[in-house]
């Protein structure tokens, strides 16, 4: 149950929670990455750089507005994975999600650096987030 919750919530930041029956939540949480997203760039970024325009990626990314995506889109997946089940230890099973977001937040702030600028932050991010799923999600 808490993988899959988390797992929704990885793909669309909401869907977890709309798992979860926390319908206001989720809607809240849709609303919120569907504006960040929107106001930062970041789908156009993404397909600018699979596209091999990384300097454009770059270029077209409101880093004003995206900074705050990485931090939020951690938060949901590890917001949806602890509401899955009761009994998960909230400060143990943090740990890899803030090690994300830190993560995410370093990387998004350094990207240009980056040959892939999008790829490798999202990377940076799903990969402690995956451990903790793996981790935490069948407790």
Do not use: C
């Not at 997946?77 to 509401?83: F, I, L, P, Q, S």
Request: proline residues 5%; charged residues 10%.
């Amino acid at each position: 149950m808490r993988v899959i919750a988390a797992l929704f919530s990885m793909f669309m930041p909401g869907f977890g929670q709309f798992y979860n029956n926390q319908i206001f939540k989720g809607l809240l949480f849709v609303i919120f990455e569907h504006f960040d997203n929107h106001t930062g760039h970041i789908n156009q970024a993404i397909h600018l750089d699979f596209m091999g325009h990384h300097q454009e990626a770059i270029a077209v990314t409101d880093y004003q507005n995206m900074l705050f995506y990485a931090p939020f889109y951690v938060y949901t997946v590890w917001d949806a994975m602890y509401h899955a089940k009761p009994g998960l230890d909230k400060a143990k099973s943090a740990i890899p999600f803030i090690i994300a977001a830190i993560s995410g937040e370093l990387a998004s702030i350094y990207s240009s650096l980056f040959p892939f600028p999008t790829l490798t932050v999202g990377l940076i991010m799903i990969i402690p987030m995956l451990f903790g799923i793996l981790v935490f999600g069948r407790k």
